[in-house]
């Protein structure tokens, strides 16, 4: 359902005019980051509201890749390279909005420093193989 004090609920549902939607399907949008932590930072966001990879469970396995799918081929269509990007979620507590979303980065290795920090795969950044390794031990 969508949540009107939820930025990314409304966002998905298409309400936010200044925000351009490069993807749009049933289950999902992807827009650009406001904050970008390299020359290209997308975020496949899901049309429903889960607050974040822990409301999801095995059963959601085909939405994450559909979703690091399409994020592939938005960099690709954009000449942008997807063997030097990352993938990959925020855990609770450090999300800054709290509506899952898959962050997609490119090139990796011109991040910046802080940047590598706030992404960097650990406690509270898991890329997409470790979400989904995750999501495989969850009922
Ligand atoms: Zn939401
Ligand atoms: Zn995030």
Known sequence: MADDNCIFCLISDGRIPSTVLEVENDDFVIFQDIKPASQHHYLAVTKKHY???KDL???????VQLMENALKDLLVSKGVSVDDALFGFHLPPFITVKHLHM????PRTQMTFLSKMIFRPSVWFKTVDEARIYLSQKE
């Open 103 to 106: 962050h997609a980065i490119s």
């Open 51 to 53: 607050a974040s990879l």
């Open 57 to 63: 469970n095995k059963s959601h396995d085909s939405l």
